[in-house]
């Protein structure tokens, strides 16, 4: 009686410990530490206005004389990013976030959606579908001087052949900004590219600036080629190319 109850018994500790070995291989590691998420929120119902400002330069030949007429294109409107919820997608395996944009010309008209984008975070980095493009916008935890490959999803061929020189570095991290009227305590830039200022030909600078708890902020991107080597680049002449600069003016949460 004694050895069948030893055996029934044993059997029981053997089933127990293979399930034990199951459900810890199928348990999901939480992350220790803090790693910062909150730079760029992804809570459905988050969103942040911009006020936009566009500048789109073209430069036309005049004549055979070699002059030309310079023709820049200012547009404002607001811009808003919502967060409209998660979806597994079972195709992927991954959880996505929807991201919705909505334009308008000022803030007395109504909203009309203008595209839809989407985001996922792993436990490392944040990445984003900005239309046909995927990036990896930020990385976890945020570190002063943490460079990365932002672009490791777009192959650099044909029209995105420009993205070979994007270099994805993380500064001033935890810095203290005011944009839109706002005080941010704390910020960050990633600088994707910044080949420009000391160039007399070609402008491309794209960079962003992240504030803790709310997201991006602050964005400049500027795609300009000009010929007339002595203007500058402020008002650059005989140039082609785009200017665009995005600021927050309201956010959801506060």
Not at 42 to 70: E, R, W
Not at 170 to 195: C, N, Q, R, W
Not at 224 to 236: A, F, G, R, T
Request: one cysteine or more.
């Amino acid at each position: 009686m004694k050895k069948k109850y030893f055996q029934i018994t044993s059997w029981c500790l053997l089933i127990l410990l293979v399930m034990s070995l199951y459900a810890c291989k199928d348990k999901v590691e939480e992350p220790t530490g803090n790693y910062e998420y909150d730079y760029m929120p992804i809570d459905s119902g988050h969103y942040i206005i911009y006020n936009v400002d566009s500048i789109l330069y073209a430069s036309q030949k005049t004549g055979n004389g070699g002059g030309f007429i310079q023709k820049n294109d200012t547009v404002r409107y607001q811009l808003m990013e919502f967060y409209a919820g998660a979806y597994f997608d079972s195709m992927q395996g991954i959880l996505k976030y929807r991201i919705e944009y909505y334009k308008r010309k000022t803030s007395n008209d109504a909203w009309q959606q203008d595209r839809v984008w989407w985001a996922t975070r792993t436990v490392t980095n944040f990445q984003r579908q900005e239309d046909d493009l995927k990036f990896i916008k930020l990385v976890f935890p945020p570190r002063e001087g943490t460079a990365w490959n932002g672009t490791i999803f777009i192959p650099k061929t044909g029209q995105f052949e420009y993205l070979e020189n994007w270099n994805f570095k993380m500064t001033e991290v935890g810095a203290a900004k005011t944009y839109g009227g706002f005080s941010f305590p704390k910020t960050l830039v990633v600088t994707h590219v910044d080949i420009g200022r000391d160039n007399l030909i070609t402008n491309q600078l794209s960079r962003e600036t992240y504030a803790k708890g709310v997201g991006i902020v602050y964005k400049e991107w500027d795609m300009i080629e000009k010929q007339d080597v002595l203007s500058n680049w402020d008002n650059p002449q005989n140039s082609n190319g785009f200017r665009i600069r995005m600021e927050v003016s309201d956010y959801f949460p506060k």
